[in-house]
């Protein structure tokens, strides 16, 4: 999830998406590190909930800008977007919940 020089790094972190960019200035690479910090407590918290038993491996940081974005307060600016691309960074894997599993869906049928 984020890089090695942010000092936040653990295998938790590394579970839920790609690596997160560290940029910008000194004031919002404090707020980045708050939401990488955030997204793993977040994590935590979730991970053995068998609400969100399903949805884990669909709710990741896909942007490795994510935690950047979330300490930008892009989480309640750009709401629909986040929840789904930046899930962990907001606080937000719930999003996923009405999502059909994977077996559940139907499969593509060329009949008209």
């Known amino acids: 999830m984020c890089e090695a020089s942010c000092g936040l790094c653990s295998e938790e972190a590394n579970e839920f998406g790609v690596n997160q960019k560290l940029i910008g200035t000194l004031d919002e690479l404090k707020k980045t590190n708050k ?48 929840a789904y691309k930046c899930g962990p960074a907001c606080g937000a894997c719930s999003a996923h919940l009405d999502e059909p599993k994977a077996e559940d869906a139907s499969p593509a049928t060329d009949e008209l």
């Open 35 to 82: 939401a990488i910090e955030a997204s793993i407590e977040y994590r935590k918290k979730i991970k053995d909930d068998p609400i969100y038993k399903d949805i884990l491996e669909r709710c990741l940081n896909f942007e490795p800008r994510c935690s950047f974005w979330a300490g930008q307060g892009e989480c309640q600016k750009n709401e629909s977007y986040m």
